[in-house]
């Protein structure tokens, strides 16, 4: 099976489109949480949202909107479509209001989605990772995946040893092709593939 990486900076080369450069202040440090698979759950207040800057030029609305913080931010019909691709993943997908540079409402039907966790998919011999010398990982040069570790992985995951980064499986990967949705950029991934 093939897999990508999903981008949340979107297509940097489209200037019509609408891109995030301001993480929501009422979220605080659960922010972090957004962007590392950790839980935000009863944290999440009530009423969260996220301007769009003046310094922008693009307004376009897209189903991935761009952003610098890492979260991933989809329109309604692609969460719907995620969740129906990840049954029995973990997975938060949190509703906030998009406002204008003005602090009008744009749109109420965008999503934070956060796929909590990571799986232990990298094969560590064929990547090439560096090391802290207390064992934590501060840099992937070549990431290559291990087939056999992700057989059960849900079609939308994080990797343990990279956390921030978003892995659509192929058939995930097909659903966004097949519906259109904009601002769509993946990456594939290698995969280590056995000799026979």
Do not use: W
Not at 5 to 14: A, F, H
Request: aromatic share 8%; proline share 6%.
């Amino acid at each position: 099976m093939r897999f990508f990486e999903l981008e949340t900076l979107g297509d940097l080369n489209n200037a019509e489109l609408l891109f995030l450069d301001q993480e929501p202040e009422v979220l605080g440090l659960d922010g972090y949480c957004l962007a590392a698979g950790e839980p935000v759950g009863d944290s999440y207040p009530a009423e969260v949202k996220l301007q769009s800057s003046e310094d922008r030029t693009g307004i376009q609305l897209s189903s991935v909107l761009g952003n610098n913080f890492n979260y991933l931010i989809v329109s309604g019909a692609m969460k719907d479509v995620i969740a129906e691709h990840c049954p029995k993943a973990s997975l938060e997908c949190l509703p906030f209001a998009l406002l204008d540079p003005r602090g009008r409402v744009r749109s109420q039907d965008y999503f934070f989605v956060n796929p909590l966790g990571g799986i232990d998919g990298v094969d560590a011999k064929a990547s090439d990772i560096k090391y802290h010398r207390s064992g934590a990982i501060v840099g992937i040069r070549k990431l290559v995946l291990e087939p056999e570790k992700l057989r059960d992985a849900p079609a939308l995951f994080r990797l343990q040893q990279d956390p921030q980064l978003y892995v659509v499986n192929e058939p995930l990967a097909k659903a966004f092709q097949e519906r259109r949705f904009t601002n769509v950029v993946l990456r594939e991934l290698t995969v280590f593939a056995a000799k026979p």
